[in-house]
């Protein structure tokens, strides 16, 4: 009892820090109103999409039959594969919130057409033909989506967060869309489904409309990285090619690609495992999946808030790689003891790994990408995942028939485990890499510099250098050449013009913009009065990232006008 007792106080405050950093995590997304704005639209569509996905297939199976069903899902998935980074190549043309409503309304549209096209009695082909250009027309929606997010939020760990909040509506979405639209098809009809699936586009395009994204341009906006691209003429295939190059040409994402490629094949050879768990294991008949799928879904639920609750550690890369380990070692357990216990508890640490192999993914790419590619180089990512994924489920049966299932699961577990088990100290690495530099949270601070995007801050404050000035020492002379801007990480200065005291500055506080700004020698004279230390930022790097975004710009220049006010 002592014992127990003892664990109980020690497990209860571990649960209560993370429930409390899930919460605050969820609260930092939802506070965001453009974040919180685009997980209900997220949420709407996908919930919509799923109860539509459903009813399309009880109807194609009234209709021609289990082959039927098959033929369409094999020959969707494969247009879906060459579409995504196709359309994702809009995601970095246009405006992302153009294309998001787009893509929303022209769903909307297509459902609306397959609806009429039942209730005329339309040939099947035409209403497949609708359907499947609706899953094609989505193809743009997630990378478009997936590359906005970094310029809706402030801070890195706001954006694992949002990536958490988002897989999370993902896992809710599998779970109740496919209930409510069998609830709807057999209550209603499959036109209903329809119809409450346009529903859904609409309002997650008036949800998308009124997103203001708060940080610098994003492509094809006017001045955006987009419009250069447009400029250049680039001839489409380099265009197209943009984003499996990238991928090509950036190690880490190269790495994140195995990781997250191995972890498709075996979500792709789950398809056909559980149904032989199902049946040979459970011995519930092929229906048994359902019931393995919903263990599966707890873990994933759970996994989702575990990831919401990790979101301010930073720990990306290794979550990753530790997600992708649940995505293969668990299956050594039915390996060594096929049994209902070892297929559950397999189930559920899939589940479990499922949203930490997705958000972190998400995060990385995100945040190792620059904006002008970043819209094609979650296009290629997906191509190549839909491709892993079926070559994952085209492989199993061979496997399964060639060595019988437990061979075949120690080979899938071995060939994804042990490559991601080997990525660990690289991924340490990475997210050593990606943590944020020292002053990064003192320059998003000041007001010139909050407008810009997380990425953009950090990367200035990698180039800061640091400085410090004895009491007594002036940092910059009146009449000097003005090369460089300061911020006061510890200590007093002192500005004074013509030798006359104008004001005390401290920690947090800046100097020097002026001179840079106005390319003029400096205006007054700063004098450490304390020992006092600081970050300075070399002219260039100052004026191409204030200049880069015109809030920043305005901000600054408010700053000049109010300093030079008073002198
Ligand atoms: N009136 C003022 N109030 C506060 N700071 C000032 C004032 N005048 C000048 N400075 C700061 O002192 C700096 C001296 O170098 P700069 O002219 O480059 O930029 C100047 C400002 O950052």
Redesign the pocket.
């Known amino acids: 009892m002592a014992v127990d007792a003892g664990e109980d106080a020690a497990a209860s405050p571990v649960l209560r820090s993370a429930l409390h950093d899930t919460w605050s995590s969820l609260r930092s997304v939802f506070g965001n109103p453009s974040l919180r704005r685009i997980e209900l639209a997220l949420a709407g569509s996908m919930i919509g999409d799923w109860a539509y996905a459903t009813a399309v297939v009880v109807w194609a199976y009234g209709v021609g039959g289990a082959r039927l069903v098959g033929i369409w899902g094999a020959v969707r998935l494969l247009l879906m594969a060459f579409a995504s980074p196709l359309g994702s190549m809009l995601a970095d043309r246009l405006p992302r919130k153009r294309v998001l409503i787009t893509s929303d309304v022209l769903r909307a549209l297509l459902a609306v057409l397959a609806t009429l096209g039942l209730l005329t009695d339309a040939p099947a082909a035409l209403v497949l033909v609708l359907a499947t250009l609706l899953s094609l027309v989505g193809c743009v929606f997630r990378p478009a989506q997936m590359a906005w997010m970094p310029s809706l939020t402030r801070r890195p760990e706001e954006l694992t967060a949002a990536n958490g909040a988002s897989s999370t509506i993902e896992s809710l979405a599998f779970f109740l869309g496919p209930a409510l639209g069998a609830l709807l098809v057999s209550t209603t009809s499959v036109e209903v489904v329809f119809l409450l699936n346009a529903a859904t586009f609409l309002l997650s395009a008036v949800l998308v409309g009124g997103i203001r994204p708060i940080a610098g341009p994003t492509p094809g906006d006017a001045g955006g990285a987009g419009a250069d691209a447009d400029a250049e003429q680039p001839r489409m295939l380099a265009q197209l090619a943009g984003g499996f190059t990238h991928i090509g040409h950036d190690r880490d994402l190269l790495m994140v690609a195995i990781l997250v490629c191995t972890q498709t094949i075996v979500a792709g050879a789950t398809i056909v495992f559980g149904v032989v768990f199902a049946v040979e294991i459970l011995k519930l008949g092929p229906q048994g999946v359902g019931v393995i799928d919903s263990v599966f879904g707890v873990g994933a639920i759970v996994g989702g808030f575990s990831a919401l609750a990790r979101s301010t550690r930073n720990r990306v890369a290794g979550d990753l790689a530790v997600g992708t380990v649940l995505w293969s070692l668990p299956l050594l357990l039915v390996v060594a003891y096929p049994s209902p216990v070892t297929v559950f508890a397999s189930a559920i640490l899939l589940g479990f790994g499922n949203p930490l192999v997705d958000v972190n993914f998400a995060t990385i790419v995100q945040r190792l990408t620059p904006d002008a590619v970043l819209g094609r180089v979650f296009g290629a990512y997906e191509g190549v995942l839909i491709g892993t994924m079926a070559l994952g489920s085209a492989v199993m049966p061979f496997l399964i028939s060639g060595l019988g299932l437990r061979w075949a699961l120690a080979i899938l577990a071995v060939v994804v485990g042990v490559p991601a088990l080997a990525f660990l100290p690289r991924c340490r690495r990475l997210d050593a890499s990606l943590r944020a530099p020292d002053g990064t949270a003192l320059l998003r601070g000041l007001t010139i510099f909050s407008p810009l995007a997380p990425a953009k801050i950090e990367a200035l404050a990698r180039a800061l250098t640091t400085e410090t000035a004895p009491a007594g020492a002036a940092v910059?002379r009146?009449g000097e050449v003005?090369d460089r801007f300061l911020v006061i990480s510890s200590g007093r200065v002192e500005?004074t013009?013509a030798g006359e005291h104008?004001?005390f500055?401290g920690a947090g506080e800046?100097?020097?913009?002026?001179?840079?700004l106005r390319d003029?020698p400096?205006?007054?004279?700063?004098t450490a009065v304390e020992d006092t230390v600081l970050y300075s930022l070399a002219r260039e790097d100052f004026l191409d990232a204030v200049r880069g975004v015109d809030e920043s710009l305005a901000a600054a220049d408010d700053v000049v006008m109010r300093?030079?006010a008073?002198?």
């Open positions: 910059v009146e003005s500005v013009v104008i004001r500055e800046f100097f020097g913009e002026i001179g840079l003029v400096r205006t007054a004279t700063v300093r030079l008073r002198a």
